[in-house]
């Protein structure tokens, strides 16, 4: 099965630019996806498709992007209300299972 | 706007089982499937399976076959997600999200195991 790598904790000063990375496996990513999750709340879908788009309502200042078997998201000028859980997501090679990053939690400081 | 709403929470002994929901308005029911994703205390996210909207098929994660049912009524636009022979380890948030790229989400589902 795919695996999703993400490191547990990444921090990041009030301002700055912070970037979390997924490390993919062999599995093919044509719907990758980013999610913010804050504490007792459903997640939120930040940035989603090959072409690393926004929804609507989401600030200008998350980006995502690929590089080889690598999904970033960055996040330019980190507010306090960044602070959550961030989970990468993707479908498996076949196109049928989804699989998710185990998550990283991003402290502003 | 887009809305799913789920069911209220579940108190269950082990070896029940729970029927939740997910009521979607707001967007035309069967141009998105659903997607089921549980959230263990403490823990992060885990794909259950997803339900075409338009043929009613679910297809789960390799983890949740047997003991989990995916259905839906069309009718009222709600999806439905079974468990059996509940255990103490399906204690767990469960959400369900919209479309290929959960875009948006229902409020969640806690269901708690316990004797």
């Known amino acids: 099965s795919s695996e999703l790598t993400q490191d547990p904790t990444v921090s990041v000063a009030l301002g700055q630019t912070v970037t979390i990375t997924c490390q993919v496996d062999?599995?093919?990513?044509?719907?990758p996806g980013w999610f913010q999750q804050k504490p007792g709340q459903a997640p939120v879908l930040v940035i989603y498709?090959?072409?690393?788009r926004r929804p609507s309502g989401i600030p200008g200042r998350f980006s995502g992007s690929r590089s080889a078997n690598t999904l970033s998201l960055t996040i330019f000028g980190a507010q306090a209300e960044d602070e959550a859980d961030y989970y990468c997501y993707s479908r498996d090679r076949y196109g049928n299972q989804v699989v998710f990053g185990g998550g990283t939690k991003l402290t502003v400081l | 706007q887009v809305q799913l709403i789920q069911s209220a929470s579940e108190l269950k002994k082990p070896g029940a089982s729970v029927k939740i929901s997910c009521k979607s308005s707001g967007y035309t029911f069967t141009d998105y499937s659903i997607g089921w994703v549980r959230q263990a205390p403490g823990q992060g996210l885990e794909w259950v399976g997803w339900?075409?909207?338009?043929?009613?098929?679910?297809t789960f994660a390799q983890d949740f076959r047997g003991r989990f049912v995916l259905s839906l009524d069309t009718s009222v636009t709600t999806t439905f997600l079974q468990i059996s022979s509940l255990m103490a380890e399906d204690t767990a948030m469960y959400f369900c999200?919209?479309?290929?790229?959960?875009?948006?989400w229902g409020q969640g589902t806690l269901v708690a195991v316990s004797s």
């Open positions: 339900i075409n909207t338009n043929t009613g098929i679910p």
């Open positions: 498709g090959k072409n690393n």
């Open positions: 999200g919209r479309g290929d790229f959960l875009d948006y």
């Open positions: 062999t599995v093919r990513s044509d719907y």
